[in-house]
Nanobody, 118 residues
Framework: VQLVESGGGLVQPGGSLRLSCATS????????MNWYRQAPGKERELVAA????????NYADSVKDRFTISRDNAKNTVHLQMNSLKSEDTAVYYC????????????WGQGTQVTVSS
């Protein structure tokens, strides 16, 4: 099982980034997919979630109307489009797969750094 995030980097406030999560080794269409983030000295928090078929999405209040989560089950990928970035969005962003229904399995990527700074 692998989840590999990409697309992080340094961006100025107000800018945009698009994170991608490439998955392999499991049937992604059986999993709800999530993006978490963890800033230095803070707990990991759920940023965005998308259901296994992509019909439902949820966002943390802090990113609502700025971030968009999407998925392409045929390509085994999940994306997080981040617009109007703020300094407080600086964190390591992690892709997470959580088995839909039974919830028996939980997989994580290694994370990608997003830094918002002028």
């Amino acid at each position: 099982v692998q989840l590999v995030e990409s697309g992080g980097g340094l961006v100025q406030p107000g800018g945009s980034l698009r994170l991608s999560c490439a998955t392999s080794g499991f049937t992604v269409s059986n999993y709800n997919m999530n993006w978490y983030r963890q800033a230095p000295g803070k707990e990991r928090e759920l940023v965005a979630a998308i259901s296994s078929a992509g019909r439902r999405t949820n966002y943390a209040d802090s990113v609502k109307d700025r971030f968009t989560i999407s998925r392409d089950n045929a390509k085994n990928t999940v994306h997080l489009q981040m617009n109007s970035l703020k300094s407080e969005d600086t964190a390591v962003y992690y892709c997470n797969a959580h088995e839909a229904g039974w919830g028996r399995y939980d997989f994580w990527g290694q994370g990608t750094q997003v830094t918002v700074s002028s």
